[in-house]
Nanobody, 114 residues
C-alpha cells in the first residue's frame, strides 16, 4: 500500500490550493481517511477526516475554509483549501486506516505567505 500526496506549493494569504492523495495497492473505499499537518516545531495534528460511516469532521482552525472529499472510485483523496492563512503553513499528510493497519503519505509542503 502506498499513498502519494501532491498539490502543495507556495501561495499568498487568501489563496487556494487543492491537495490530492493517490492510493496504490489499495483503494480508500469506505475506510477512515484523513489529512493531517505538521508545522515546524509542532506536533502533527488532524486537519480533516472522513470516518468509516462517511461523516466528516474538521479542526476548528480550518472549519468553513477546507473541504475533504474522495472520488467515487475511491482511489483519490482530496483536500480543498480556501482562504489560506500563514498559520496553515505546514507539511500535509494523507492518512488511511484499514483493518490491516494505518498508512501515511509522504507529505506535501504548503507555504502561505502574508
Amino acid at each position: 500500500v502506498q499513498l502519494q500526496a501532491s498539490g502543495g506549493g507556495l501561495v499568498q494569504a487568501g489563496g487556494s490550493l487543492r491537495l490530492s492523495c493517490a492510493a496504490s495497492g489499495t483503494t480508500f473505499g469506505l475506510n477512515a481517511v484523513g489529512w493531517y499537518r505538521q508545522a515546524p516545531g509542532k506536533q502533527r495534528e488532524v486537519v480533516a477526516r472522513i470516518s468509516s460511516d462517511r461523516t466528516s469532521d474538521y479542526a476548528d482552525a480550518v472549519k468553513g475554509r477546507f473541504t475533504i472529499s474522495r472520488d467515487i472510485r475511491g482511489n483519490t483523496l482530496y483536500l480543498q483549501m480556501n482562504s489560506l492563512k500563514p498559520e496553515d503553513t505546514a507539511i500535509y499528510y494523507c492518512n488511511l486506516i484499514k483493518r490491516t493497519g494505518q498508512y501515511w503519505g509522504q507529505g506535501t509542503q504548503v507555504t502561505v505567505s502574508s
